[in-house]
């Protein structure tokens, strides 16, 4: 029962992200909302961790499982994709590699100054 719960409070914030989705005229996804908001509950101690630890596991385990209609999907629509496929492939290896390096010098940068701020106050 206390599965259920758990669950509830995850789909409760998720169903908050698509209202807000809703809400507000920004090209934002749903998901990111909902992401936002479990944050929030989280850090503030709204949403306890322990209240949600459980069953994020549990979902995080089953993951694979969600690409399987997006798989397929793409098998399905195998006609239309083969044209672009290349191009597709290309733009997804090349924007991975952005992202890769974007998201480590952005962490360096964090570390860097965290590390100097440390010791100006020493």
């Not at 101690?45 to 979902?59: C, D, M, W």
């Not at 924007?95 to 860097?112: L, Y």
């Amino acid at each position: 029962m206390k599965h259920v719960y758990r669950l509830t409070i995850i789909l409760g914030i998720s169903f908050l992200g698509e209202l807000l989705n809703q809400w507000i005229p920004l090209p934002v996804p749903a998901g990111i909302y909902g992401l936002i908001l479990m944050l929030i509950g989280l850090c503030t101690g709204i949403v306890p961790l322990e209240s949600v630890r459980g069953t994020g596991h549990f979902l995080i385990e089953i993951m694979p499982v969600m690409f399987i209609p997006a798989g397929v999907g793409l098998m399905a629509s195998w006609n239309v994709l083969r044209p672009i496929v290349v191009p597709v492939a290309v733009i997804s290896v090349v924007s991975t590699f952005v992202v890769m390096a974007a998201s480590g010098w952005v962490t360096q940068a964090v570390i860097r100054r965290e590390r100097r701020t440390k010791e100006a106050d020493k």
